[in-house]
């Protein structure tokens, strides 16, 4: 098959073995790092990945998109909720009720975040019947005083289904005998993992005519509904603009972005300041094949002459090295995309197998939002970081290049 004379020499060149050994290694060195850096930035682009997923669709199925609430109890939810429904942005509509306490057992307390829901209703904005691992949502039903706890709340205060627990209202009752704190007891119906610490550890749900009772409201009055939207990202103007349009009533909007918007923007952020900053040690790699080449070069001055003095033209001789650093680049590239792939698909199992074996957990649930590490391989990812690093590898081709093109025949072998 017929090749430039440029791309056979430049790619005898590469695999060829140097009289320096030295000049070798240093070849096989940028070429290793340029893999480790290319490998380095798959995973780690894959990483937040997986973590801007997990918050869009565990963490945001769970918390409400926006809600609609008043300053007093809302009596007719349904009339509500055919109002809001009329904006094409919404999806579904659920009533809900909160409120905040404490959950006792046997001496074990835990902060708790109230949730009163309308099992048929929520399913509609929630994906909470993913995560429910003990019981159903059916089991909240009214007058059961039942509540279904995250895992790590169930394994702080040490119950499981079946068990009594006390809710510990932040209200009091005045009796005869003084001040006392409201409290309730609730039987557990059920236990679920969503895997996002804040959730699973303070978050409970129970039927919202029992929390109605509970804030001595009547049993169809709810404190507002929420709404689930097909773009989340709309949720904070269309809630806005449908509680300006409901009329003189005392309506107000919140949504995610109030709650969880910090967190999901500081993802965003830090997955393009964590790929700028893996991007320079792929520079740095890509850079390391100039001092490969520039050796290679003096290594190769009496061969240049000889070129030179056969015909070849400063052109020729120039593309002959960028052949020769473009080949480690390429080589160096796809090696790393490969490895990077394969890791970005295994490194959730691994970190897994990893906290067994050891018998210690990375992402502690209290101090972090998502308690395991989870990854997702994107093609234009990839797609990038292998594009940046044969650009780099190209750019740092052209001085050595260059440099060779410019060697003079006479001088190069005076000393031969």
């Known amino acids: 098959m017929f090749r430039p004379l440029f791309v056979f020499i ?4 590469t695999r060829a073995k140097r009289r320096n050994h030295f000049v070798s290694f240093i070849s096989l060195t940028s070429m290793i790092g340029l893999a480790l850096g290319v490998i380095v930035m798959i995973v780690v682009l894959s990483v937040m990945n997986g973590f801007d997923h997990e918050m869009r669709t565990r963490v945001l199925g769970m ?32 009533p809900y009720t909160q409120m905040q306490g404490l959950v006792t057992n046997n001496g074990k307390v835990q902060k708790m975040l109230l949730n009163g829901v309308d099992p048929a209703e929520e399913r509609k904005v929630t994906i909470i019947d993913r995560f429910i691992k003990q019981g159903s949502l059916d089991d909240l039903t009214p007058g ?26 932040p ?23 969503v895997g996002a610490g804040e959730i699973d550890g303070y978050l409970g749900l129970t039927n919202i005519d029992d929390l109605a009772r509970l804030h001595r409201w009547q049993p169809d009055q709810v404190q507002g509904v929420r709404l689930k939207f097909a773009d989340l990202f709309e949720a904070p103007r269309v ?34 300041m964590i790929g700028l900053l893996l991007l320079l040690i792929v520079a740095v790699a890509a850079f390391n094949i100039i001092s490969t080449l520039v050796m290679v070069v003096n290594d190769k001055r009496g061969d240049i002459a000889i070129l030179r003095t056969l015909g070849s033209t400063p052109g020729q001789i120039m593309r002959i090295f960028m052949v020769q650093g473009t080949v480690i680049g390429v080589i160096g590239t796809l090696v790393g995309a490969i490895l990077g792939m394969l890791a970005a698909l295994n490194v959730s199992a691994a970190i897994a197998l990893l906290e067994k074996i050891i ?13 395991y590490l989870p990854s997702q ?40």
């Open 144 to 169: 059961s005083f039942g509540i279904m706890l995250g895992d790590n709340a169930a394994n702080k205060l040490g119950v499981k289904v079946g068990d009594k627990v006390t809710f510990v209202t």
């Open 359 to 371: 018998g210690h957990k990375f992402l502690n649930p209290d101090v972090y939002f998502i308690d």
């Open 239 to 272: 809630a806005w603009e449908i509680s300006q349009n409901l009329g003189d009533q005392d309506y107000y909007a919140r949504d995610w972005t109030r709650t969880h918007g910090n967190l999901y923007q500081a993802i965003g952020m830090e997955k393009s």
């Open 63 to 94: 918390v409400p998109h926006a809600t609609i609430e008043s300053s007093k109890p809302i009596n007719d939810w349904q009339a509500l909720a055919a109002k809001v429904k009329q904006n094409p942005a919404v999806l579904e509509v659920a």
């Open 171 to 193: 209200e009091v009752s005045v009796t005869p005998a003084g001040m006392f704190p409201r409290m309730k007891r609730f039987t557990v119906t059920g236990i679920f993992h």
């Open 10 to 13: 430049g790619a005898r060149y």
């Open 377 to 416: 391989l994107m093609a234009n990812d990839v797609f990038m970081v292998c594009g940046a690093a044969l650009v780099l590898s190209f750019l740092a081709t052209l001085y050595p290049a260059w440099r060779a093109a410019r060697t003079q025949p006479a001088e190069a072998l005076r000393y031969e």
